[in-house]
């Protein structure tokens, strides 16, 4: 199925957050995830189901003032 | 020292961490800044280039507490969602909230704040509202959780000062138990000496360290003023007067005409 990650559409055959990110190489990283404009806690992402058309935003730290 | 939401802070500058040179450059200011506090904030991830993970390691190398904030956010919504993004990956409940209502200026958008302040609040974070030097919005975010106020110095990296001088001491005298940090506007360290005479608790600056021709020595300059002016502040600066008055003994001057 294909979701919007962080504005680009991605063809996944994820259906749950956790194993998304894997798939998309997040695995390790230290991000922060919502879904649909809602936070999902790192602890929730494997019970977060996906479906199609679903917007993941993916954000990590950055510069900042 | 410094106190704000139960921690002690040894430094009364407090340092953004965007737009310099080079990530040496950034920790090369942090360090000659003195700062014990620095900001931070989320964006996009790329998973190619993982940009944000090295960045995040620069920081926590630098030993300073992160203050995350929520800038680019235009609603209550993508504030607090930003801001619950953020203690998850800084793991800290600080949060400098901002909810910008115009893009020219970045003016807060106070009523957004307000808002953003009091959900932020009962979930446990604590709030420091980037603001205006408006009484009833200040008192509103007070009453909303907040214990900590950063009203702005003039629009963020305009470098323009304090634009209402007397606002901001109409502030400070009406809060005077309140920890007020100067955020946003500030240019040269003039300026921050200034905030800190008028017994302002600390500043935040980032453009004027991170565009400067010499990050690394205008953030050393900052740290001087920031002291300076807290020296000039607890030793109670004189008070203006509109004619001149003579500072050599009058008594005692020949006449010699």
């Given at each position: 199925?294909?979701?919007?990650?962080?504005?680009?559409?991605?063809?996944?055959?994820?259906?749950?957050?956790?194993?998304?990110?894997?798939?998309?190489?997040?695995?390790?990283?230290?991000?922060?995830?919502?879904?649909?404009?809602?936070?999902?806690?790192?602890?929730?992402?494997?019970?977060?189901?996906?479906?199609?058309?679903?917007?993941?935003?993916?954000?990590?730290?950055?510069?900042?003032? | 020292?410094?106190?704000?939401?139960?921690?002690?802070?040894?430094?009364?500058?407090?340092?953004?961490?965007?737009?310099?040179?080079?990530?040496?450059?950034?920790?090369?200011?942090?360090?000659a800044s003195r700062a014990r506090v620095v900001t931070v904030s989320l964006r996009r991830e790329s998973s190619g280039?993982?940009?944000?993970?090295?960045?995040?390691?620069?920081?926590?190398?630098?030993?300073?507490?992160?203050?995350?904030?929520?800038?680019?956010?235009?609603?209550?919504?993508?504030?607090?969602?930003?801001?619950?993004?953020?203690?998850?990956?800084?793991?800290?409940?600080?949060?400098?909230?901002?909810?910008?209502?115009?893009?020219?200026?970045?003016?807060?958008?106070?009523?957004?704040?307000?808002?953003?302040?009091?959900?932020?609040?009962?979930?446990?974070?604590?709030?420091?509202?980037?603001?205006?030097?408006?009484?009833?919005?200040?008192?509103?975010?007070?009453?909303?959780g907040c214990r900590v106020l950063m009203p702005w110095g003039a629009p963020i990296g305009s470098g323009r000062g304090?634009?209402?001088?007397?606002?901001?001491?109409?502030?400070?005298?009406?809060?005077?138990?309140?920890?007020?940090?100067?955020?946003?506007?500030?240019?040269?360290?003039?300026?921050?000496?200034?905030?800190?005479?008028?017994?302002?608790?600390?500043?935040?600056?980032?453009?004027?360290?991170?565009?400067?021709?010499?990050?690394?020595?205008?953030?050393?300059?900052?740290?001087?003023?920031?002291?300076?002016?807290?020296?000039?502040?607890?030793?109670?600066?004189m008070e203006p007067r509109d004619l001149a008055v003579p500072s050599t003994p009058v008594i005692g001057t020949a006449?010699?005409?």
């Open positions: 199925m294909k979701i919007l990650v962080n504005g680009t559409w991605c063809e996944t055959t994820a259906t749950y957050l956790a194993s998304a990110l894997e798939e998309l190489g997040y695995g390790g990283s230290t991000v922060a995830t919502a879904l649909n404009g809602e936070f999902v806690p790192a602890i929730s992402r494997c019970a977060a189901p996906l479906a199609e058309g679903d917007r993941l935003e993916i954000l990590a730290p950055m510069q900042g003032g | 020292m410094l106190r704000v939401y139960d921690t002690e802070l040894r430094s009364r500058l407090m340092l953004g961490t965007s737009r310099y040179p080079s990530p040496a450059v950034l920790a090369e200011a942090v360090k280039e993982r940009a944000g993970q090295g960045f995040w390691s620069l920081v926590r190398d630098l030993g300073v507490r992160v203050l995350p904030n929520t800038a680019g956010c235009h609603s209550v919504k993508e504030a607090v969602t930003t801001a619950q993004m953020a203690r998850e990956v800084f793991g800290t409940s600080w949060i400098k909230l901002e909810v910008i209502g115009e893009d020219d200026t970045l003016h807060p958008d106070v009523f957004g704040l307000v808002e953003a302040a009091r959900i932020l609040s009962g979930e446990g974070f604590e709030v420091f509202p980037y603001t205006t030097e408006d009484l009833v919005v200040a008192d509103k975010l007070l009453v909303a304090l634009n209402n001088v007397f606002g901001l001491k109409a502030l400070r005298a009406h809060f005077p138990d309140v920890p007020l940090v100067i955020d946003a506007g500030i240019g040269v360290p003039s300026h921050a000496a200034q905030a800190m005479e008028l017994g302002f608790d600390a500043v935040l600056i980032n453009t004027a360290v991170a565009q400067a021709a010499n990050p690394v020595r205008m953030a050393e300059a900052f740290a001087q003023a920031v002291e300076a002016g807290r020296a000039a502040r607890k030793a109670g600066p006449i010699l005409r």
